[in-house]
């Protein structure tokens, strides 16, 4: 099982896919923990750079980075039948380089030649002037933290939302989104188990 957690920035994303993982330990399921942009080189070198990449230069290397991530990691650990658990997936590129003009219909295409496709797709969906707010008192706003960007991306996000995506209104307070996310992940797990009981 895949599960990608997606939405824009100050959602709550780390803390929700964290929280998956301990709901499905405390289940029985092997877990693994994955969040993109990821540990290879390419993903070292867009968090490193200090200043803004080219729309087309950033996809390559969020691709780049992609690739590498779904050979070592994704596709060795969903063989070993564990659930793999995504903190930010290919929904991100989709989102945010086509937020900068890139045609985001053809980064999914692009996406989904290479990496598999995830059963549960959680989106944490909120307005940017709420989560704005949020980085601001947490004082790490980043280049790709802004108000018009933002309303892009997750217009977006909004669009490209498919049969296996949930929203969760994530301008609740944690608390409330965390139950939200139980139940989701507890009724995808029933449904699941049910089509494949082994
Ligand atoms: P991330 O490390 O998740 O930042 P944060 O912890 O602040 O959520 O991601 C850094 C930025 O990378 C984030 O603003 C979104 C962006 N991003 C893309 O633009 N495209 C992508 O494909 C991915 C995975 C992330």
Redesign the pocket.
């Given at each position: 099982m895949l599960i990608a957690v997606e939405g824009i920035?100050g959602t709550g994303?780390?803390t929700v896919s964290r929280y998956i993982v301990e709901l499905l330990r405390k289940k029985g399921f092997e877990c693994v923990l994955l969040?993109?942009?990821g540990d290879s080189e390419y993903g070292e070198r867009?968090r490193n750079s200090k200043k803004r990449l080219s729309p087309e230069k950033?996809l390559e290397l969020?691709m780049l980075d992609r690739i590498e991530d779904v050979k070592n990691n994704i596709l060795p650990a969903l063989e070993e039948g564990k659930v793999v658990v995504m903190?930010?997936y290919?929904f991100?590129?989709i989102a945010?380089?086509g937020a900068r003009g890139l045609d985001a219909e053809e980064i999914r295409k692009m996406n989904e030649k290479m990496a598999p496709k995830p059963d549960l797709v959680i989106l944490l969906d909120a307005e940017p002037e709420v989560v704005l707010e949020r980085i601001k008192s947490r004082g790490d706003l980043?280049p790709?933290?802004d108000l018009e960007y933002l309303k892009k991306v997750r217009e977006n996000f909004l669009k490209y939302a498919d049969e296996s995506t949930v929203i969760i209104d994530a301008s609740n307070p944690l608390d409330k989104v965390k139950e939200e996310v139980k139940r989701v992940i507890c009724e995808f797990l029933n449904v699941n188990l049910q089509k494949n009981p082994d």
């Open positions: 920035d994303k780390t969040r993109e942009p867009i950033e969020f903190d930010r290919y991100s590129s945010y380089q980043t790709f933290e």
